[in-house]
């Protein structure tokens, strides 16, 4: 195979080649403090990135473009953390949740519970228990389910306090 033959020989001009190019991009994520087991994965969405332009090989600068594209990587990644709340998420540790494994026991008295929350509604009337699930199963706003029902904000208001104490009272019952 003679020089001009080889896949990096694009690259020669420029001084990087395939694992030149890796080597920059590991050695990037590192100094910004990239957790070792998400470098490689940072690494290949910037090589990703730049094999999906026509030719990356024969770009001028391609080691700045590829750190501009490092940059990007962490920039996207940062705002979908942000959106997702990663930093709100734990983790599983098979240690420290081996014993609230699902078995069933537990599946049985789950459902047990469950039963008893649905009687326990099933109980309330019917508009205290509508607006009871739009706001606390739903997660709609007090003025939202006013609008939707065609009541005050003070009536759901006091729906919502019915609705509690019934169930509170129910849950005393239990115990």
Do not use: C, W
């Not at 590991?26 to 070792?36: A, D, I, L, N, T």
């Not at 959106?83 to 008295?109: L, S």
């Not at 309330?124 to 199963?137: A, D, S």
């Amino acid at each position: 195979m003679s020089e001009s033959d080889r896949p990096d020989s694009g690259d020669a001009g420029r001084g990087h080649g395939d694992a030149e190019l890796r080597t920059m991009l590991v050695v990037f994520f590192r100094r910004r403090g990239e957790p070792p087991q998400e470098v490689d994965d940072l690494v290949q969405e910037v090589l990703l990135r730049l094999s999906s332009r026509r030719s990356p090989h024969e770009m001028e600068n391609l080691a700045g473009y590829a750190i501009r594209t490092a940059e990007s990587v962490l920039v996207d990644r940062s705002r979908r953390r942000s959106v997702r709340h990663h930093h709100d998420h734990v983790e599983f540790d098979a240690e420290r949740d081996a014993d609230q494994a699902i078995g069933p026991d537990r599946i049985v008295a789950s459902r047990q519970e469950l039963a008893v929350v649905v009687a326990a509604l099933s109980a309330l009337p019917e508009r205290t228990r509508t607006i009871f699930v739009l706001r606390r199963l739903e997660g709609m706003r007090y003025r939202d389910i006013a609008d939707r029902l065609g009541l005050s904000i003070s009536a759901v208001e006091k729906h919502m306090v019915r609705a509690s104490l019934h169930l509170l009272k129910f849950e005393e019952r239990r115990t």
